[in-house]
């Protein structure tokens, strides 16, 4: 999720959409572990995305290491799964917005828990 207005969306001269790289809300999960509220944080990185068939995708680089962005939070409205490093160099979610966006009804998207997130997000990471 893109977090300000920082960057700005564009088309190339064949049609295919780019946003050019501005701060975005990674949500991420330790990859050896569940999905839940105790394994839920938060990152942020500048990030380019370019439209590749449906698909709205892009790099961000984190500790010397590229991990692919897909749409919402960075895997489709899902937590992207990294390594432990990584992992702990995020932020824990508070528990009121990982309910909020276990609930949030986003298909592929963010839900309704969008601009709660966001909020967050903006305070939380000095932006």
Request: glycine share 12%; hydrophobic share 35%.
């Amino acid at each position: 999720m893109y977090l300000n207005n920082e960057g700005k969306a564009y088309y190339s001269k064949t049609g295919n959409q780019h946003h050019s790289r501005a701060p975005f809300l990674i949500l991420i999960q330790d990859k050896d572990g569940d999905c839940g509220p105790d394994n839920f944080r938060a990152i942020v990185r500048k990030v380019a995305l370019e439209q590749l068939g449906h698909f709205m995708m892009g790099t961000a680089r984190i500790k010397n290491t590229s991990i692919t962005i897909s749409g919402a939070y960075g895997s489709d409205g899902l937590p992207v799964s990294v390594s432990k490093e990584i992992y702990d160099m995020g932020i824990d979610v508070p528990i009121e917005l990982y309910e909020a966006w276990s609930k949030g009804e986003g298909w592929n998207s963010c839900g309704n828990e969008a601009e709660a997130m966001r909020k967050w997000a903006l305070e939380t990471f000095g932006i």
